[in-house]
């Protein structure tokens, strides 16, 4: 059988165009799309032309590369610089242009604000599409590193250890450089001595640049190289990084809203979290979703007194463990007494409230009445009886444990719907830290990525023809 040969020196009669290098449907088009509808403006970019000095990218261009790198993994400077040059799709949506890697990682750096907002945009483009419904949101957290060394993570204590270890190496440099000068004038180590010191007199000023900003930030610790990350602990050990967040909604999964922050728990999050994302539909949502995760009591009261149904399971809830023979749950609250009643019939009455960790505390007033109870020693094995703590929303808790209870069929949808995304971003796009650094610049990526994650969701709802189609009528 004959086979068939290239030739890459056979002449044409007439150069391709550009615009004959990607076919219609090819998916770079649909970014393409997307790019020409963001309003510049909005986003926070000056798009006049200033004609003095040499003339710079167009920054709609450099948005458009950023966004369409990112949606294939394609993230570092230098290497969306070399797909400029040898990858026929970003030949084709950058029209030809070649700008070098220090050009786009200054474009990244110097526009995370209006990188920031693009997700925003996406959201309020799904909106119009009517792919977002805005009545059932989800939200979920997961960790990812920064672009720092855990080893670079200081806390007081280490600060002032090593600042003991410094300054006694400097006195011994010190008298050795002295000894050598009476000695051995023209010893080389002496050079070396010197050279140390100078090390270590740098590796002091840092140390003590540290111990000011602990003590200004009244920070446990903080990372000398991102001052803004934290430790975070995740399924690979502890690292320093940040917590993203996103919220989605129920129709087709569509990100609304990203956010990062620097706490390593989610337990403060889920209505800062809801309002930002309501601000973006416009509208409040009927409903919100979360793991037991985002259940801390006082700050899911902000959602639900605002007449949002909260979705959030316990921590027991979450496990699916039934309450034992003696927790609380067993106990009965007599509201009218303020008073709980034990599973042998003995009240145990209010005893003092905890304004700190804002509970109520209810105790035995004597703990014979408990020493003499045959379930001792089963039920609790205190000297001072049994010991029940109430919560300030005793009864918000309790609301939202049946609201949780009535409502698994929603929260069945919380993995496939929330969780997908996060999976996308660290398996499919290869995203395992931030580039940038602060807080700012870590908002920006998260953004991009949760724009990235829209586009390919409205590509596969719409195909990309469809999606140009309803994009340009948009």
Request: proline letters at 3%.
């Amino acid at each position: 059988m004959a086979y068939i040969y290239g030739n890459r020196y056979q002449p044409t009669m007439l150069p391709e165009s550009i615009d004959d290098y990607v076919p219609q449907d090819h998916p770079v088009r649909a970014y393409d799309a997307f790019g020409e509808k963001l309003d510049l403006k909005e986003l926070g970019i000056n798009e006049q032309e200033v004609k003095v000095g040499n003339p710079a990218y167009n920054p709609r261009a450099m948005i458009k590369l950023i966004v369409y790198g990112c949606s294939y993994g394609i993230r570092s400077s230098r290497k969306l610089e070399r797909a400029c040059y040898d990858n026929m799709s970003f030949i084709w949506l950058m029209e030809g242009l070649k700008p070098d890697h220090k050009t786009i990682s200054e474009a990244r750096k110097n526009n995370k604000e209006a990188l920031k907002n693009i997700l925003k945009q996406s959201a309020q483009l799904c909106i119009k599409l009517d792919l977002i419904e805005g009545n059932t949101l989800f939200v979920d957290g997961s960790k990812i590193r920064g672009n720092a060394s855990i080893n670079n993570t200081f806390s007081k204590e280490r600060a002032e250890t090593l600042l003991k270890n410094i300054d006694k190496r400097i006195e011994q440099i010190l008298d050795e450089c002295d000894s050598i000068d009476e000695k051995e004038q023209n010893n080389p180590s002496l050079v070396k001595l010197k050279a140390e010191f100078k090390d270590s007199q740098k590796l002091k000023t840092k140390v003590e640049q540290i111990m000011k900003d602990l003590n200004e930030t009244k920070k446990d610790k903080i990372n000398s190289t991102d001052p803004e990350c934290v430790n975070i602990k995740g399924r690979q050990g502890t690292h320093a990084g940040y917590n993203g967040q996103i919220v989605v909604d129920e129709k087709h999964g569509i990100i609304v809203n990203s956010d990062v922050v620097n706490e390593n728990h989610d337990k403060n999050q889920f209505t800062g979290q809801i309002e930002q994302a309501n601000r973006t539909l416009g509208k409040q949502c009927e409903s919100g979703c979360a793991d037991a995760g985002y259940a801390n009591t006082d700050n899911l009261k902000e959602s639900d007194d605002k007449g949002i149904r909260v979705i959030v399971p316990t921590q027991k809830q979450a496990t699916g463990e039934s309450p034992g023979q003696f927790d609380k749950e067993r106990f009965i609250y007599d509201s009218q007494k303020d008073c709980y009643i034990c599973p042998e019939g003995h009240e145990i009455p209010y005893n003092h409230f905890s304004a700190t960790r804002n509970f109520k505390s209810y105790r035995f007033c004597e703990p014979v009445i408990c020493r003499n109870c045959k379930h001792f020693g089963i039920c609790t094995k205190s000297k001072r009886g049994r010991t029940i703590v109430r919560l300030a929303n005793e009864d918000t808790k309790n609301k939202l444990e049946k609201q949780y209870e009535q409502s698994k069929d929603i929260f069945r949808l919380r993995k496939q719907k929330v969780e997908l995304p996060f999976g996308h971003f660290k398996h499919n796009l290869g995203v395992s830290s931030f580039l940038l650094r602060g807080i700012e610049g870590v908002r920006a990526e998260m953004s991009i990525l949760s724009s990235c994650f829209n586009i390919a969701r409205m590509i596969t709802i719409f195909g990309v023809s469809g999606f140009i189609e309803k994009v340009t009528m948009a």
